[in-house]
């Protein structure tokens, strides 16, 4: 008989998890209770199912506020109604207003409104007053005709008075308040408690009538959601039948273009899978996917189709993916079998440039009505808690900081640090925040409100209140449209070959780049900077140890370099058997015939499917199971328990060793969270091999494209030294050469205004605008008269050197654009028929150092462009070997100088800090270095510059490298204008 009961999702106001929620209902007696979390649904269908499992009777609704004003609460009578209360909300959330303060004509939802907000008299038949325990004094006069239109309304919020300080705390976050400013109608009241069903009706028995409106209300009311029945949509065409014509059409003209005409083998694998897929009606879903593909290409939008539905040979026939399942002998189970109750994954990545216009196509394709994004939920963690908290008792930031850095510390408020204590572990993971999950799109046959609220978040896309694991228990499957940055690099590298050299390149077939021994070379060579998935010092290293040169190599060095597989032990395993391949020994003869390919160890996904399949005799549904552990999916430890049991006894009963058992379970262990697929891999070693041949063909113009994608995994001065490398001359952003973005004209790349710090958007817009419509700028004075631009950003755009077409020393030009500017402060600008007379005084002949344009790169574009930090060296020594003399001095103590390109902190197993470290010689080669925890103490990373590096050469699987002894930052000449000696 609780009409409003609020979970944990009623965001920083209700404090009970819906676990919780449910238990305590039972045990206080109650059979029907209604959830009406505040504003939103998020909570419905895990309320649902927990109150089936405890043989409740759920209800759902919603509690609509005007931020901490209660306007009414709506309960559904049935799914149309929880519909209708979902629209309301959905209304009021698209159109950013407050909520009306009457609630709208619902045809299938019973309204109950807060004593005194409206009398008997202008209720409709389905609406009501609620009357809380703290109203029963002021009804007890009224006349009992009333009582038939009154209903109890005991607010549920908390579980008990400690709870009730929660909820305080987490209603202080929500107004950004400090503890003592919050005021009594911020709050729920303190007795807001399950009370048990005796009390309730205790409380009440002096209004019969209240009890039995509240009855008969409640009985009215069902909610018989099947939880079995899968809500996308169900056809492409309108119809199962026509779908199935269109997909068998559009999959076998697919399979003669990627296979010709008599490939049996591709014939009976697509005609099985179409079988399959008609007969679990997941048709459409290809469609529509093919649908979004075709659309894409029209636009001439690249993407990658990867993730487990690269094991589907349709889906390579559609061109959804282009990884041939046969060629990899993929693991079709993986991705689709008769025991599948929901449609397969596709992930389809684009250039984060072209996403947007891909929403657009499915909005409007498929109607907004229909087609949301997938919601997702952030929750309090770890520091976030701490600062929260340290913000709602009044701390400053700095105490707050010190907290976090040192919980330990004397210098804290002891006071504070018990408090927060006393309370971290209570909100911890407690729902924060509704936001949008990466890339989910939800398409549905019914219309999207029937399931859900929607929100609409800054870019005005309606997305779902709830995240993908109620989607998918509510047999929902989304489409992940994806953006990444590296097809950015790939179709604008397409575009800029066809401007500057007049040459159309194709990159759509990539298979004619695998056997390309120029590409071959490029990868043996580590040669990978910029390129998708395999530039890292990581990847690079692994390419070098496999001696990769070929696509196989590469697929599985895609996934061996995932942490799974290196924290197994089996990255080192994997690359010794693949040099040595007769040294490879297998633990059991299954695990030969499973995993052949990968010299018995487990880098794939799928291979530990079959590994849990064959060798540890678990059935399909249990080996799906491991595979959705792996990736982050499973959220049943119980069921994993009960798992790990199943395959012991199933291997004591094979009789195979209890520790050949343990280990094959520690190896397939160690994949959770971070294993690939091998589709997964597949498809981004597609999408490097493409960036491969661009890199190896069309360097040059390769790098714009990545610096105009702003990069990869290295920072911008990294890629401008490939391009430097591969033949290019970089020149400083110029007023008469330079877009927003980086450009090139033949050979000559002129950085784009965006790399200047401080310069302001609008001075970009105006010059580009004036010399777009008047022609290039004959020198600094015309600049100055056409554009306006103020002396603050004349003496930026002068410091960056972008009038060096001029010829003039910066310096005299600061003078001169001094007295321009302030010759024109009382001129209209830029229109006038004719230019004014400024009499610029004869000036000294001023110098410039190289020193000074280095120091005036590094201030405004963060890095050195017309030198390098070797430039800028006190000393002349630049290392006694260099990159490419590695090799050959193995076990050689030496020094080497390096510019710093990056560095990745690990932890050893006695959990002391140790450091891999990237640099580049005077010449732009690659060398790395490893700095143990006794030279990481000795010797600490002082940021950019050149350091000066001792240590031994060691050299492992043929990739050298350096352990360092001694390691410092070397000092630079000082900058001739301060007094500074040197800068740190």
Request: include cysteine; proline fraction near 5%; hydrophobic fraction near 35%.
């Amino acid at each position: 008989m609780l009409l409003n009961v609020h979970s944990y999702f009623s965001l920083r106001y209700g404090t009970i998890s819906v676990d919780d929620l449910t238990k305590l209902l039972v045990a206080k007696g109650h059979h029907t209770a209604v959830l009406t979390d505040i504003n939103n649904s998020s909570a419905v269908f895990p309320f649902i199912q927990k109150c089936r499992e405890c043989g409740l009777n759920g209800l759902v609704g919603m509690e609509y506020r005007n931020g901490d004003k209660l306007l009414y609460i709506g309960i559904a009578r049935n799914e149309i109604g929880f519909g209708e209360l979902n629209e309301h909300m959905t209304t009021g959330n698209r159109a950013k207003k407050p909520l009306p303060e009457i609630a709208p004509f619902f045809n299938h939802v019973f309204v109950i409104y807060p004593y005194k907000a409206r009398t008997v008299k202008e209720l409709r038949e389905n609406e009501f007053i609620g009357i809380k325990p703290s109203d029963i004094p002021k009804i007890v006069r009224e006349p009992k005709g009333n009582f038939e239109k009154y209903v109890i309304l005991w607010p549920v919020t908390v579980k008990n008075p400690k709870d009730f300080v929660l909820h305080q705390q987490l209603r202080a976050v929500d107004h950004n308040l400090i503890f003592s400013r919050l005021s009594p109608e911020m709050l729920a009241r303190p007795d807001e408690v399950i009370p048990t069903i005796d009390r309730l009706l205790d409380t009440y028995q002096n209004f019969p009538e209240i009890i039995r409106s509240t009855e008969k209300l409640l009985t009215s009311c069902s909610f018989s959601f099947d939880f079995t029945i899968v809500r996308n949509k169900k056809y492409f065409t309108g119809n199962k039948y026509d779908d199935k014509l269109l997909l068998e059409k559009l999959a076998k003209s697919g399979m003669v273009r990627r296979y010709g005409k008599n490939n049996k083998e591709a014939k009976a694998r697509v005609e099985k899978e179409l079988r399959i897929i008609d007969d679990l009606n997941f048709g459409a879903y290809f469609l529509i996917t093919h649908d979004i593909i075709r659309y894409a290409v029209s636009r001439d939008f690249h993407h990658v189709g990867r993730g487990s539905g690269a094991n589907s040979i349709v889906a390579f026939c559609l061109g959804i993916t282009d990884v041939c399942p046969i060629e990899l002998d993929l693991y079709f189970e993986r991705f689709l079998n008769p025991k599948r109750a929901t449609p397969p994954d596709f992930d389809i990545d684009f250039s984060w440039k072209d996403r947007d216009e891909i929403y657009d196509y499915i909005f409007t394709r498929y109607q907004t009505k229909h087609t949301a994004l997938m919601g997702a939920m952030s929750t309090f963690k770890d520091r976030s808690i701490i600062r929260e908290l340290g913000k709602v008792y009044g701390l400053p930031k700095s105490e707050i900081d010190e907290l976090i850095k040192n919980p330990n510390s004397v210098y804290n408020s002891q006071e504070a640090v018990q408090l927060i204590k006393s309370l971290y572990g209570l909100v911890a993971d407690f729902p924060n925040q509704r936001t949008i999950h990466a890339c989910g799109v939800l398409i549905s046959e019914d219309p999207i409100t029937n399931y859900t609220a929607l929100d609409f978040p800054p870019k005005g896309l309606p997305t779902a209140q709830f995240d993908m694991y109620v989607a998918e228990d509510i047999k929902f499957e989304k489409f992940d449209i994806l953006s990444q940055r590296g097809l950015g690099h790939i179709k604008d590298c397409v575009q800029l070959i066809e401007e500057n050299q007049g040459q159309k390149v194709d990159i759509t077939n990539p298979r004619r780049f695998f056997e390309d021994p120029k590409i071959k070379e490029q990868i043996r060579s580590a040669n990978t900077i910029g390129c998708f998935y395999i530039e890292s010092p990581a990847m690079r290293q692994l390419i070098t140890k496999l001696n990769c040169d070929n696509y196989l190599t590469l697929v599985a060095a895609s996934s061996v370099i995932r942490p799974g597989v290196a924290s197994s032990g089996m990255m080192k395993a994997f690359i010794e058997r693949h040099r040595n391949p007769e040294t490879t020994v297998y633990l059991h003869p299954v695990m030969e015939e499973q995993l052949r390919e990968t010299y018995g160890v487990m880098v794939y996904q799928e291979d530990v499917i079959k590994v849990g399949h064959h060798f540890g005799g678990l059935d399909l549904a249990d080996a799906d199971v491991l595979r959705r552990m792996m990736s982050g999916k499973s959220r049943s430890a119980a069921h994993l328990k009960e798992i790990e049991g199943r395959y012991f006894e199933n291997c004591k009963r094979f009789g195979y060793p209890d520790e050949t058992a343990k280990e094959v379970w520690r190896q397939m262990e160690s994949f959770a969270g971070y294993s690939f697929s091998k589709a997964h891999s597949a498809s981004f070693a597609v999408e490097s091999f493409q960036s491969l041949y661009l890199k190896t063909y069309f360097p040059i113009e390769f790098m714009v494209s990545v610096l105009n994608n702003y990069g990869g995994f290295y920072d911008r001065r990294t890629y401008i030294n490939e391009a430097r490398k591969a033949g290019a001359i970089i020149h400083l952003p110029c007023v008469n050469k330079s877009y927003m973005t980086t450009t090139l004209y033949g050979k000559d790349i002129y950085l784009g205004f965006d790399y200047i710090l401080d310069l302001e958007q609008n001075t970009i817009v105006k010059l580009l605008r004036e010399r777009a419509e008047s022609g290039s700028y004959k020198d600094l004075k015309d600049f100055i008269l056409r554009t306006g631009i103020s002396q603050t950003q004349m003496a930026i755009l002068i410091r960056a050197g972008a009038f060096q077409f001029t010829g003039k020393v910066k310096t005299t030009m600061q003078w001169e654009s001094l007295y321009i500017c302030k010759e024109l402060e009382n001129v209209a600008l830029p229109s006038q028929l004719f230019e004014p007379e400024i009499n610029i005084p004869e000036l000294p002949q001023f110098g410039y150092e190289q020193v000074e344009h280095l120091y005036d790169e590094i201030r405004l574009l963060g890095f050195p462009v017309s030198g390098s930090w070797f430039d800028l060296l006190k000393t002349d020594f630049r290392g006694q070997i260099l990159a490419r003399d590695m090799p050959e001095h193995v076990g050689k103590v030496v020094r080497m100088v390096g510019e710093f390109v990056t560095y990745k902190p690990v932890r050893t197993k006695q959990r002391e800090w140790m450091m891999f470290g990237n640099y580049f010689d005077i010449n732009g080669d690659f060398f790395d270095t490893v700095h143990f925890p006794n030279s990481m103490v000795n010797y600490k990373f002082q940021g950019q510059g050149a350091y000066l590096i001792e240590g031994k050469v060691t050299i492992d699987y043929g990739c050298p490298s350096i352990t360092v002894s001694r390691c410092a930052k070397i000092q630079v000449k000082p900058d001739p204008r301060i007094l500074t000696e040197h800068i740190k």
